[in-house]
């Protein structure tokens, strides 16, 4: 199963990811059977006349991950959804490495983005997971993504293909940043997400802690009107989110800590693929 992960992300990724790898270099009128994703559409209304953006191959990619390590990814029934994350983060890191490609990394708890330069071998991803499996006991404000997208735009100097990594647990505003950054990279989202957050078992009379402020609160999981508002606040959260991910146009893959995320992974690969040889984006 990772050898079949090991080439869609890989041995494809030309096609998984669509100019991730590729440096543009000039414009040229458009042409019968050109590829239509690569038309220009500010050119082709300055000119009126439909042109194309062309690129230099480059073989070597940079793969940065952006990686939301704030408090509230130590939650989690089966396992912590930090846990999940750094065995996705070191199980894609690993994939690109091991073909040549540079990897990188900006983990963020909440206060400050910490930058991992991105750089090839196995030495640059094994500093990224032994990062990621640090200890996190600080509580915070609520975290806000856009302090580590917006932190990021400078950083990318190259194109290059980004995983925003997270459980979006945010203050609202990380969709603007993330839809620039869009614009000139190619980004994926990765979504983590705990069955129990919109459906808590039945434990009785409970205290709760907010992982990040510290606050508390007594519930009682027997009550069914709790179950009811807290899985229709989900439901309409899940809504907003993938609206604002539409907005950013960008692709969001959610991943649970109930489920095996590399069938996940492979599902959500294939079906980027199709869509690739379909024209989509």
């Keep these: 199963m990772i050898r079949r992960l090991d080439g869609l992300l890989q041995g494809d990724y030309r096609t998984l990811f669509h100019g991730a790898g590729l440096d543009f270099n000039d414009l040229r009128p458009y042409q019968f059977a050109d590829d239509v994703r690569t038309i220009d559409w500010n050119t082709t209304a300055r000119l009126r006349e439909p042109h194309i953006k062309r690129y230099n191959e480059d073989r070597q990619l940079d793969a940065w991950f952006l ?28 994939t690109l490495a091991r073909h040549g490609n540079r990897v990188g990394a900006c983990l963020f708890d909440g ?14 991803v094994l500093t990224i997971l032994r990062a990621l499996l640090e200890p996190n006991h ?6 806000d993504l856009s302090v580590l997208l917006n932190a990021m735009a400078g950083v990318l100097a190259r194109r290059a293909l980004v995983f925003v ?3 979006f647990y945010s203050t609202p505003g990380w969709q603007v940043p993330l839809g620039m950054m869009a614009h000139r990279h190619e980004v994926l989202a990765v979504r983590i997400h705990d069955p ?6 039945d434990l009785g009379a409970v205290w709760f802690e907010d992982a990040e402020t ?24 899940d809504k907003t989110i993938e609206v604002l991910f539409k907005r950013a146009g960008v692709d969001v893959q959610t991943l649970s800590t109930a489920d095996d995320f590399v069938r996940s992974l492979l599902g959500w690969a ?12």
């Design 165 to 167: 990594i997270s459980d």
């Design 111 to 124: 206060s400050l983005p910490r930058l991992f330069p991105a750089a090839t071998g196995r030495k640059s």
């Design 270 to 281: 294939e079906r980027r693929k199709f869509r690739k040889s379909q024209g989509g984006s």
């Design 214 to 237: 510290g606050g508390q609160l007594l519930v009682d999981t027997r009550d069914r009107g709790f179950q009811r508002r807290l899985a229709q606040v989900y439901g309409e959260r």
């Design 67 to 94: 990686v939301d390590t704030s408090p509230s990814l130590d939650f989690g029934t089966k396992r912590p959804k930090r846990e999940l994350v750094v065995d996705l983060v070191g199980t894609l890191a690993a």
């Design 138 to 143: 600080e509580t915070t404000a609520e975290t």
């Design 196 to 201: 129990s957050e919109n459906q808590l078992p």
